[in-house]
């Protein structure tokens, strides 16, 4: 099985992805979750990459194609993957058909995941994240509780500095006027499935599940 998930930050991209990947048993790429490693390990990309990450703007497509590029060839895409995070702008998505076509991939689901502006707004400034083992959680759901529900680390949860409210409106912005075109670009090329990103998460879950099609 192979994903592309798609939609603004904030959506339920990361919490669907990690949960399709146990469930599938395949890579999931997060592409902020590289780049967030690469910063914190001050690898050369990670130190050209930190402040555009902090300002919420995108890093070039040249570094973004080459990290794909490499990271889909890893044994552990060989069962499947899901993208979560890229494309993220029409060059990457034409990038990402040639390399899919070089990789002689052809099926791959195209999920869209759609939500009301401010209730992304809202669950971006609640979002935290275990520094342990990446998952993420409301902040209203764990303020009493000190240990990770998931993998019991000790106070282990951090707010991301880019989902402060100034640089999530920005991020935002961003996705409307870059990452969205990239639906019509996939218009009419691959069929685009949209799952509505508001509500509780297994329902969103069922409703993912229900629409994906088993691979031809
Ligand atoms: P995310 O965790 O997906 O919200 O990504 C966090 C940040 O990483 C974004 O705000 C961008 O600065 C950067 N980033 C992640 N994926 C991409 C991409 N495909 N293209 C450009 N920048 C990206």
Redesign the pocket.
Known sequence: MRIILFGS??VG??TQAKILSSKFNIAHI???????KAVKDQTPMGIK?QS??N???????D??IG??KDTLQQPECKNGFIL??????TA?AIALDALLMELNIKDIHLLAITADEEELVQRLTQRRVCKQCGSLFNYFDIKDKTNCPVCDAGNSFYQ?D?DSEKVIRY?IE?YKNT?KPVLDYYEGRKKVIYINGAGEVDNITNDILSKLEPDK
């Open positions: 930050p904030g991209k990361g997060s592409t902020g979750d590289i780049l967030r990459a555009v990450l300002r919420g703007e995108l890093v070039s497509d570094i973004m990290l794909i979560d995070g890229f494309p993220r702008s990457q991301r880019d991020r961003i990452t």
